[in-house]
């Protein structure tokens, strides 16, 4: 068979192999998941004191490995086609470091996403701060706003 060909498909497995890590975390208030449609939530009402811009990392915390594990295995791969022998093998080693730093980078943009800090006063004085991504309608300081509470998870919707 082909060495490049086998090369390509090898690279096209590895590349969505990691892509199909990528987190899906949406943290939207427009965005519901099947099994929060149709619960109850409380609704509480209030008027925004601030907006502030936050960066929402969807990895939970938790190290990626897809990201490197792929751009090591193309990374290694492209490598070793250069040269021959133990030039090839050096080579393949190189790439395939240089491909796990790439891919770790590239994974760790992707579990990144922008959102914002609301911070509400409720009618009844108290303060709360809910943060969610970006999506949706635009918030402002001195807007009414509705929250939407159920399990633990607070939205800001208008």
């Known amino acids: ?29 427009n965005v519901y998941s099947a099994s929060q449609a149709q619960r109850e ?6 008027t925004i004191e ?14 990626g490995f897809l990201g490197a594990l792929g751009g090591g295995a193309i990374g290694g791969i492209a ?33 990144k996403k922008q959102g914002v800090e609301i ?3 409720l009618d009844n004085g108290s303060l709360r701060a809910i943060t969610q991504s970006t999506d949706g309608p635009m918030f402002y300081a001195g807007e009414r706003v509705r929250l939407l509470s159920e399990g633990g998870v607070t939205r800001v919707t208008l």
């Open 119 to 121: 911070t509400v006063r």
């Open 79 to 111: 490598g070793s086609a250069i040269g021959g022998g133990r030039g090839s093998i050096l080579t393949g080693i190189i790439g395939g470091i240089a491909g796990a730093v790439a891919g770790n980078e590239v994974q760790n943009h992707f579990e």
């Open 41 to 46: 939530e409380t609704v509480r009402f209030g």
């Open 1 to 29: 068979m082909n060495r490049s060909f086998v090369t390509a498909c090898a690279s096209a497995l590895v590349v969505s192999l990691a892509l199909s890590g990528c987190a899906t975390f949406d943290g939207s208030a």
């Open 50 to 63: 601030s907006v502030r811009p936050v960066t929402i990392d969807t990895s939970n915390g938790q190290p």
